[in-house]
Nanobody, 123 residues
Framework: QVQLVESGGGLVQPGGSLRLSCLAS????????MGWYRQAPGKQRELVAT???????KYADSVKGRFTISRDNAKNTAYLEMNSLKPEYTAVYYC?????????????????WGQGTQVTVSS
Protein backbone atom coordinates (compact mmCIF):
# COMPACT_ATOMS: atom_id res chain seq x y z
CA GLN A 1 0.00 0.00 0.00
CA VAL A 2 1.43 3.37 -1.03
CA GLN A 3 1.31 6.17 1.53
CA LEU A 4 2.24 9.84 1.41
CA VAL A 5 3.19 11.59 4.64
CA GLU A 6 3.75 15.33 4.92
CA SER A 7 5.84 17.07 7.55
CA GLY A 8 7.29 20.48 8.27
CA GLY A 9 4.21 22.59 8.90
CA GLY A 10 3.84 24.94 11.83
CA LEU A 11 3.39 28.50 12.99
CA VAL A 12 5.49 31.18 11.31
CA GLN A 13 5.46 34.95 11.34
CA PRO A 14 4.61 36.94 8.21
CA GLY A 15 7.67 37.19 5.99
CA GLY A 16 9.08 33.97 7.41
CA SER A 17 9.90 30.68 5.73
CA LEU A 18 8.98 27.03 6.04
CA ARG A 19 10.02 23.88 4.24
CA LEU A 20 7.48 21.10 3.80
CA SER A 21 8.42 17.52 2.99
CA CYS A 22 6.35 14.71 1.50
CA LEU A 23 7.63 11.15 1.75
CA ALA A 24 6.06 8.47 -0.44
CA SER A 25 6.46 4.92 0.82
CA UNK A 26 5.24 1.45 -0.01
CA UNK A 27 5.49 -0.73 -3.09
CA UNK A 28 6.33 2.03 -5.55
CA UNK A 29 7.47 1.08 -9.03
CA UNK A 30 7.37 4.59 -10.47
CA UNK A 31 6.44 7.91 -8.89
CA UNK A 32 5.37 10.33 -11.57
CA UNK A 33 3.74 13.67 -10.85
CA MET A 34 3.95 15.02 -7.30
CA GLY A 35 2.16 18.11 -6.19
CA TRP A 36 1.31 20.35 -3.31
CA TYR A 37 -2.19 21.65 -2.70
CA ARG A 38 -3.68 23.73 0.07
CA GLN A 39 -7.08 24.25 1.61
CA ALA A 40 -7.87 27.28 3.71
CA PRO A 41 -10.87 27.31 6.09
CA GLY A 42 -14.10 27.67 4.16
CA LYS A 43 -12.37 27.41 0.79
CA GLN A 44 -11.83 24.71 -1.80
CA ARG A 45 -8.58 22.85 -2.12
CA GLU A 46 -6.32 24.55 -4.65
CA LEU A 47 -3.19 23.69 -6.54
CA VAL A 48 0.04 25.23 -5.24
CA ALA A 49 2.74 23.55 -7.33
CA THR A 50 3.56 20.36 -9.20
CA UNK A 51 6.73 18.63 -10.30
CA UNK A 52 7.26 15.78 -12.74
CA UNK A 53 9.76 12.97 -12.25
CA UNK A 54 11.96 14.81 -14.73
CA UNK A 55 11.88 17.99 -12.69
CA UNK A 56 9.47 20.13 -14.71
CA UNK A 57 7.53 22.44 -12.43
CA LYS A 58 4.33 24.46 -12.43
CA TYR A 59 3.15 27.02 -9.88
CA ALA A 60 -0.03 28.82 -8.99
CA ASP A 61 0.31 32.49 -9.89
CA SER A 62 -0.17 33.46 -6.25
CA VAL A 63 3.04 31.69 -5.16
CA LYS A 64 5.36 32.26 -8.12
CA GLY A 65 8.63 33.72 -6.92
CA ARG A 66 7.88 32.81 -3.29
CA PHE A 67 7.58 29.01 -3.32
CA THR A 68 9.91 26.41 -4.81
CA ILE A 69 8.95 22.80 -5.36
CA SER A 70 11.65 20.15 -5.67
CA ARG A 71 12.05 16.41 -5.30
CA ASP A 72 14.59 13.73 -4.56
CA ASN A 73 13.65 10.75 -6.73
CA ALA A 74 16.03 8.43 -4.88
CA LYS A 75 14.18 9.16 -1.64
CA ASN A 76 10.67 9.36 -3.14
CA THR A 77 10.36 12.73 -1.44
CA ALA A 78 9.02 16.07 -2.60
CA TYR A 79 9.68 19.39 -0.92
CA LEU A 80 8.02 22.79 -0.87
CA GLU A 81 10.21 25.69 0.14
CA MET A 82 7.99 28.60 1.14
CA ASN A 83 9.45 32.08 1.57
CA SER A 84 8.01 35.53 2.28
CA LEU A 85 4.95 33.94 3.78
CA LYS A 86 1.72 35.90 4.07
CA PRO A 87 -1.21 35.39 6.47
CA GLU A 88 -3.40 34.44 3.50
CA TYR A 89 -1.19 31.40 2.95
CA THR A 90 -2.56 29.90 6.16
CA ALA A 91 -4.04 26.54 5.21
CA VAL A 92 -3.67 22.80 5.45
CA TYR A 93 -1.11 21.79 2.85
CA TYR A 94 -1.58 18.43 1.17
CA CYS A 95 0.79 16.34 -0.91
CA UNK A 96 -0.43 14.36 -3.89
CA UNK A 97 1.39 11.78 -5.93
CA UNK A 98 0.68 9.26 -8.64
CA UNK A 99 2.53 6.42 -10.29
CA UNK A 100 2.66 2.64 -10.53
CA UNK A 101 2.54 0.17 -7.67
CA UNK A 102 3.19 -3.55 -7.73
CA UNK A 103 0.13 -5.73 -7.14
CA UNK A 104 1.23 -9.34 -7.12
CA UNK A 105 2.64 -10.06 -10.55
CA UNK A 106 1.16 -6.96 -12.15
CA UNK A 107 1.37 -3.21 -11.89
CA UNK A 108 -1.46 -0.84 -11.11
CA UNK A 109 -1.77 2.93 -11.26
CA UNK A 110 -2.15 4.71 -7.96
CA UNK A 111 -2.94 8.22 -6.83
CA UNK A 112 -2.62 9.13 -3.19
CA TRP A 113 -3.10 12.12 -0.90
CA GLY A 114 -1.25 12.73 2.31
CA GLN A 115 -3.04 13.56 5.54
CA GLY A 116 -2.07 17.23 5.36
CA THR A 117 0.10 19.51 7.44
CA GLN A 118 -1.09 22.78 8.97
CA VAL A 119 0.70 25.99 8.03
CA THR A 120 -0.27 29.06 10.02
CA VAL A 121 1.16 32.47 9.16
CA SER A 122 0.46 34.90 11.97
CA SER A 123 2.18 37.43 14.18
Amino acid sequence: QVQLVESGGGLVQPGGSLRLSCLASGSIVTLNLMGWYRQAPGKQRELVATITSGGSTKYADSVKGRFTISRDNAKNTAYLEMNSLKPEYTAVYYCNGDGLTRMGFSFEHFERWGQGTQVTVSS
